[in-house]
């Protein structure tokens, strides 16, 4: 083996262990859920607020604001 691939294997390590420590305490199944529906609601949310600053027609535009509520009325709930 190479030595490049010796040290990006020891780096890879080094950060797998780190990435490890600041993880934080172990999550139920339940807590791992609700952090991934907020996260998925979260980039929903981010997408759907920079297509209505590209959207163009009136239509799209009521469309994006309802979803943009309603995404916000969700994370309001997530709460």
Not at 15 to 21: F, I, M, Q, T, Y
Not at 53 to 67: I, V
């Amino acid at each position: 083996m190479a030595r490049g691939f010796e040290s990006k294997d020891v780096e890879f390590q080094q950060a797998e262990a780190e990435r490890g420590k600041k993880a934080g305490p172990a999550l139920t199944p339940g807590e791992r859920d609700a952090q991934a529906k907020r996260r998925t609601i979260e980039l929903s949310l981010a997408r759907a607020k920079a297509d209505l600053l590209a959207a163009r027609t009136p239509a799209h535009k009521r469309m994006l604001s309802d979803a943009i509520a309603a995404l916000e009325q969700q994370l309001d709930r997530a709460d």
